[in-house]
């Protein structure tokens, strides 16, 4: 008896949710292995805007346009983060709210691809290969444990054109409801990372792109324009005050946009983003990529928002900026995999591409495997200082774990600990011991710099926590120095 279309919907459903589950279970699973390593450079700002949200007693607009206290970040991951860090610390606490947010992701990455595969042809049956694709990679499962906003970022923004589609495109729909929901999206992406400006540009373009059915708006469904043009009004009071400096969720004022680039090397982060995600899958899918008038606004989208953070000097070594736009690059591989008649090809490919990305996940989210790694990487790939591979830091927070558990065991008690790190103006101070990554008993005296220490007492040590950030070749490996004599030798 031949099964009903229902059943076969039903059945696709399941499947695509039975991928979905394996890689929120496998994130978890990673996320459990790797929840005590210290969170490292971003992460620190975020542990500190909690401690200044908890000091405030959650009073956000005290808080989240404070530079002082937020920095150059936003406060929405560590709001987002507050009921984890109560939970389990301020360390963990911030993993576990990166490995729920990543599920976050994944939930809308299946609304997204749900939305948009009818304009690649592609189907719900496409979309486990679809989720596969954009997620089986380093950079997505890492994420999980990540201690960083970028997944969540990456779900608002996702999210925000499912919302903002429905509104130019579908005949029924509960217009209030999804005017509203697609407002909040933006505001809460811009409410999450800074970087969420970028969706006024995008979506302005993406709006002038389907003028046709704005206009067809205006004629057939008043009620629909005035509930997006009032969203627009609000989106851009939003933004607007906090440019002026009167909004007191969002810290907009912090642009480095001013800062030169070399595109080149951007050009090459791209190709090392490339290589680590689709790999051996976008040699396959190279001659069918290709694009319809239908997929075209999600290309132009795409180009956009890859050039706007080229030209941004952090992209070369933070390739987790580019995570929102997997999605938008897997629709095109896939609708290529699809067209290429040799299946044989794509079978091999795929395998390939299985073996290859599996041995990269385990290398940057699975200890044992990263100390293995790191025998026979060079630091450009493996935790080197700001390169391309940066972000994908594993093998710092091993050094820094192995170096707060050696300061622990060789400080007797009482100690004085001089911590010596200019990273965002104090950012770290006091995190890793309310973390109980380092012992409550040593007595920390925080400084920018050697300077700022003064007179260093004989029985004083000294630590310099972003020396173990960097590869052991990239930099001095005095990193901690017992005494005044040590010292006034470090600083000649």
Request: charged fraction near 15%; include cysteine; charge should be positive.
């Amino acid at each position: 008896m031949a099964s009903s279309p229902h059943s076969k919907t039903s059945w696709l459903a399941r499947r695509t949710y039975m991928v979905a589950s394996g890689f929120v279970l496998v994130g978890a699973l990673f996320t459990a292995m790797n929840a005590n390593l210290p969170v490292l450079r971003n992460s620190l700002v975020y542990a500190r805007t909690v401690e200044n949200l908890e000091l405030h007693h959650l009073a956000l607009w005290q808080v989240c346009a404070d530079p002082a206290q937020v920095h150059a970040q936003a406060c929405g991951f560590s709001v987002f983060a507050v009921p984890f860090v109560r939970l389990a610390g301020l360390n963990v606490g911030l993993t576990l709210a990166s490995w729920m947010t990543t599920a976050l992701l994944i939930a809308a990455m299946i609304a997204f691809f749900r939305r948009f595969n009818g304009a690649f042809g592609l189907t719900e049956k496409d979309l486990p290969l679809e989720l596969v694709v954009t997620c089986f990679n380093p950079l997505v499962m890492t994420q999980f444990w990540s201690a960083h906003p970028d997944s969540v970022f990456a779900a608002f923004f996702l999210l925000s054109f499912v919302f903002l589609d429905r509104l130019l495109k579908d005949e029924v729909l509960k217009e209030t409801w999804t005017a509203v929901a697609y407002t909040l999206a933006v505001m809460l992406a811009v409410f999450v990372r800074p970087a969420g400006l970028i969706l006024y540009p995008l979506q302005a373009l993406y709006v002038f792109w389907h003028r046709r059915e704005v206009f067809a708006l205006v004629r057939r469904r008043p009620r629909r324009f005035s509930a997006l043009a009032a969203s627009a009004t609000v989106l851009a009071v939003w933004v607007g005050l906090g440019k002026l400096g009167h909004n007191p969720l969002v810290n907009l004022n912090q642009g480095e946009f001013n800062v030169p680039v070399p595109y080149l090397s951007t050009l090459g982060g791209m190709v090392a983003l490339l290589a680590i995600t689709f790999g051996v899958l976008l040699v396959v899918a190279a001659p069918r990529l290709s694009v319809t008038w239908e997929s075209a606004p999600l290309l132009l989208m795409l180009a956009a928002y890859v050039h706007v953070f080229m030209v941004y000097h952090g992209s070369s070594h933070n390739m987790r900026y580019y995570v929102p736009v997997l999605p938008l690059m897997a629709l095109f591989v896939v609708r290529a995999l699809r067209a290429v008649r040799a299946k044989s090809m794509v079978a091999a490919g795929l395998a390939i591409f299985a073996v290859t990305n599996a041995a990269a996940i385990l290398v940057y989210d699975s200890a044992g495997a990263n100390r293995l790694f790191a025998r026979v990487a060079s630091e450009k790939i493996n935790g080197g200082q700001l390169g391309y591979f940066d972000n994908l830091r594993l093998s710092s927070q091993l050094r820094m774990k192995a170096a707060l558990d050696r300061i622990n065991a060789l400080l007797p008690p009482g100690a004085s600990l001089n911590y010596v790190t200019s990273y965002y103006e104090g950012a770290a101070d006091g995190i890793y011991q309310a973390s109980g990554l380092l012992r409550p008993d040593i007595r920390i005296r925080y400084a920018k710099n050697v300077g700022d220490l003064g007179p260093v007492t004989g029985d004083a040590w000294t630590f310099f926590p972003e020396r173990i950030g960097m590869h052991p070749s990239a930099g001095s490996s005095e990193w901690l120095v017992h005494g005044s004599v040590a010292f006034s030798q470090l600083r000649k």
